[in-house]
């Protein structure tokens, strides 16, 4: 197969922006439709509770934010403590999953994207279940040919973001383009991520690889030689090593996401390097609590959860007809162009691409 074959070269989309836990971001109450809520605690009620008082235990990545409010509300609305245990990124914790088929470590996990799920489902690391919620809306972001396996909570818009502050504070221009970071001087204000084991660092990679064709490789090259630093993950980047992040770092531009600039002021996302990513939860296959497991999976598309993830992990719901906080649409910026890739492709060439991204950049 050729290695561009079945990519989507720079698309337009429709629909919305982007991402992840800030500290001191407080939760807004939003209401909710009667009919999205009867739902729920249908679905609730429908389940066993045979497992009522126990622990389910969530692996989840290192971004995993949610208010303790809406935490606590599983709890009251099933009886069961969730324990939620997170490391590491997206790679890291599909790698987790797939290397533990039907001895998992925990019951559910959540936070595997669109470019990282074909591992733990090729490894069938992952139980089949589908929650009756997920016609609300989640359901149109299903893994082709895996819909029972793993179920879409969010989505955003991986992107390169700039620090408009730190480019004004010196007199200088900002990179306009992806395709700048190629020039030295960007590159080595650059922080980006490894796709290895990183999802934003593969969208990225992905990003690349569809809208450069056979020059992807001589781009990475050129962005490493003049000195951009690669980093495992996200939190690493953005709130290290970025100059608008909590570390107040030397770094002013980062791989993040096209919705960051609505919880940091004086930023802003280059809407010409996005890539769709879905994150999606799945029951653990081998789980000694796979009723409990279930009703997690119910609770994260219940609007408790979808209401609650703009503010906490800044990103979009996939439910339908649920509120967004006010303004969000203006602060999170909507890509007017996107590259995107089928899941069946990623998982065909992403070792391929890999390969010859570490040969590219020298790791």
């Keep these: ?69 809406v935490i606590d509300g599983f709890r009251q609305e099933t009886g069961l403590t969730l324990k939620i245990v997170r490391s590491g ?9 797939s290397l533990t088929p039907g001895a998992p470590k925990g019951d559910a996990v959540y936070g595997i994207d669109n470019t990282f799920a074909s591992r733990p489902i090729e490894a069938g690391a992952l139980e089949s279940y589908v929650s009756p919620l997920a016609a609300g809306g989640a359901a149109e972001y299903a893994v082709p040919g895996a819909a029972d396996q793993l179920t879409a909570v969010d989505r955003g818009d991986v992107c390169l973001n700039i620090d408009n502050t ?8 900002p990179p306009a383009s992806f395709r700048d970071l190629t020039k030295p001087e960007y590159a080595s204000q650059t922080v980006l991520t490894d796709p290895a084991t990183s999802s934003p660092g593969t969208a990225f990679l992905l990003t690349t ?6 020059g992807w490789q001589d781009y990475w090259k050129q962005v490493v030689g003049g000195g951009a630093t690669i980093v495992s993950g996200w939190e690493v980047a953005y709130n290290q090593l970025f100059s608008a992040g909590e570390g107040k770092g030397d770094k ?66 996939v439910q339908r007809d649920v509120a967004l906080p006010e303004g969000w649409p203006a602060r999170a910026a909507v890509p007017a162009w996107m590259s995107s890739m089928p899941p069946a492709t990623i998982a065909e060439n992403r070792e391929s691409w890999l390969d010859q991204w570490r040969a590219a950049v020298g790791r």
């Excluded at 730190?166 to 221009?173: D, F, K, N, P």
Aim: proline residues 6%; charged residues 15%.
């Design 89 to 97: 990124d997206a790679g890291q914790l599909a790698s987790t999953v």
């Design 209 to 214: 690889v569809g809208a450069l064709g056979d």
């Design 252 to 317: 002013p531009i980062v791989l993040s996401y096209a919705s960051s600039p609505a919880a940091t002021p004086g930023t802003s996302a280059l809407l010409d390097s996005c890539f769709p990513q879905v994150e999606y939860i799945g029951v653990l296959k081998g789980t000694r609590n796979s009723t409990g497991a279930r009703k997690l999976v119910d609770y994260m598309l219940s609007p408790a959860v979808q209401s609650a993830l703009p503010e906490s992990m800044y990103v979009y719901p």
């Design 1 to 69: 197969m050729n290695q561009l074959q079945g990519v989507n070269e720079l698309q337009p989309v429709g629909g919305t922006g982007r991402r992840r836990g800030w500290a001191g971001i407080v939760s807004r109450t939003i209401a909710l439709t009667v009919g999205v809520g009867l739902a729920f605690t249908t679905a609730v009620a429908c389940a066993d509770e045979s497992t009522a008082g126990g622990e389910v235990t969530l692996l989840t990545h290192e971004s995993f934010e949610l208010p303790e409010s």
């Design 166 to 173: 730190w480019y004004e504070s010196r007199s200088l221009t």
